[in-house]
C-alpha cells in the first residue's frame, strides 16, 4: 500500500466537500494537461476516433478527442463526492429519467434484470443512481485494482448505496446467473476488449471488435431482460436514460445478438460521442493475419 495511493483517497474525500463547479473546473484543467502530455494514450484515442469516425474532419475528431480527456478527468473526480459526499447532495446531483415502466421495475420488481450500461464516463454515477432507488440485489461485475488499498476504496464506493454485490472475473457465471434467476439486477459492462479468449468478432463502426458475447449469454441463461443504461455528465451532475426494454433480444445466435448490442452501442454514441471511453485499446485483439492498430 503505497503513500501515493493514501494521499490520493484522501484528496478524494477532501473533494466529496468542494463545490461541484470547482470540481468541475479544476477537471477540465486536468484533462487539458492530460490531452498535452499522455502521449500514449492521446495516440489510443485519435487512431480509435479515426477508424470510428472517418467521415468525420481531423479538425473534428482533434475537439472530440480533447473533450474526451476533459471527461476523463472530471469523472474520474466526481467519484470524490459519488463515494464520499452526504446522501442529499449525491442524490441532488444524479438525475434518472426515461422509460418510466422500466424506472419502477428496477426499483420495485422481481423479474431478472440486465442493465446493459456501456462504458460512458458516467457509468459510475448511473450504478450509483440506480442502486440508491432499489433494493434488489444489484451485482457488478470489476477487475481487481494492482494497489490493494485503491482496490478496496473502489470496491467500497461501489457498494455505498443499495444492496451491491461486487464479483471479479474470474468468479466464473454460476453467481452471476444464481442472482439474476433470484430476481436480482446485473450491472454490465460488456463493451470492452477482454482479449481473444471466450470473445467474437463483430463490427463496432465497421471494424472487427472482440467482444464478449455475455449480454445474449447471460439474459438467455438467466431468463433476464435487457434494459440500457446510458449515463450523460452534465454541468449540474449526470443525468441518466433509462431506455425501453430490448423487445427482440436474446436470441438463440450469441454472435448476431452481440453484433446487434454493438449496432445499438453506435446509436447511444452517436448522439455524445465525446462521453465515451475512447482511451480504452478497443480494437487491441485483431483477427488472424490482421495488422495491429496501436
Known amino acids: 500500500m503505497s503513500l501515493?495511493?493514501?494521499?490520493?483517497?484522501?484528496?478524494?474525500?477532501?473533494?466529496?466537500?468542494?463545490?461541484?463547479?470547482?470540481?468541475?473546473?479544476f477537471g477540465a484543467i486536468m484533462g487539458r494537461v492530460l490531452h498535452s502530455v499522455a502521449v500514449s494514450r492521446r495516440r489510443v484515442v485519435d487512431a480509435n476516433l479515426a477508424l470510428c469516425f472517418p467521415e468525420k474532419s481531423a479538425a473534428e475528431r482533434r475537439r472530440i478527442a480533447r473533450e474526451t480527456f476533459v471527461y476523463v478527468a472530471q469523472s474520474w473526480l466526481d467519484r470524490?463526492?459519488?463515494?464520499?459526499?452526504?446522501?442529499?447532495t449525491v442524490a441532488a446531483r444524479l438525475a434518472v429519467k426515461g422509460a418510466a415502466a422500466e424506472i419502477d421495475e428496477i426499483a420495485n420488481g422481481v423479474e431478472p434484470m440486465i442493465l446493459f450500461a456501456p462504458h460512458f464516463y458516467g457509468l459510475d454515477a448511473a450504478a450509483t443512481a440506480l442502486?440508491?432507488?432499489?433494493?434488489?440485489?444489484?451485482?457488478?461485475?470489476?477487475?481487481?485494482?494492482?494497489?490493494?488499498?485503491?482496490?478496496?476504496?473502489?470496491?467500497?464506493?461501489?457498494?455505498?448505496?443499495?444492496?451491491?454485490?461486487?464479483?471479479?472475473?474470474?468468479?466464473?457465471?454460476?453467481?452471476?446467473i444464481a442472482g439474476l434467476r433470484k430476481g436480482g439486477l446485473l450491472y454490465l459492462l460488456p463493451d470492452m476488449d477482454f482479449g481473444r479468449d471466450q470473445t467474437v468478432f463483430v463490427p463496432f463502426y465497421g471494424v472487427p471488435a472482440a467482444t464478449v458475447p455475455s449480454l445474449s449469454r447471460f439474459a438467455r441463461l438467466g431468463r433476464a431482460k435487457v434494459v440500457p443504461v446510458v449515463s450523460k455528465l452534465t454541468s449540474s451532475g449526470y443525468e441518466i436514460e433509462v431506455l425501453p426494454a430490448w423487445s427482440d433480444f436474446p436470441t438463440e445466435d450469441a454472435v448476431a445478438d452481440t453484433a446487434l448490442m454493438n449496432r445499438r452501442l453506435q446509436s447511444y454514441i452517436d448522439t455524445m460521442p465525446s462521453q465515451y471511453y475512447w482511451v480504452h485499446r478497443r480494437f487491441k485483439t485483431r483477427p488472424e493475419g490482421a495488422a495491429p492498430v496501436y
Open 4 to 25: 501515493s495511493s493514501r494521499l490520493g483517497i484522501a484528496f478524494m474525500r477532501a473533494l466529496a466537500h468542494v463545490p461541484l463547479p470547482v470540481v468541475r473546473g
Open 80 to 88: 470524490g463526492w459519488l463515494w464520499h459526499a452526504p446522501h442529499a
Open 131 to 176: 442502486t440508491m432507488h432499489t433494493a434488489r440485489p444489484s451485482t457488478t461485475i470489476y477487475t481487481t485494482q494492482r494497489d490493494p488499498l485503491v482496490d478496496a476504496w473502489i470496491k467500497e464506493g461501489r457498494k455505498r448505496f443499495g444492496n451491491v454485490i461486487t464479483l471479479n472475473r474470474v468468479d466464473g457465471i454460476k453467481p452471476i
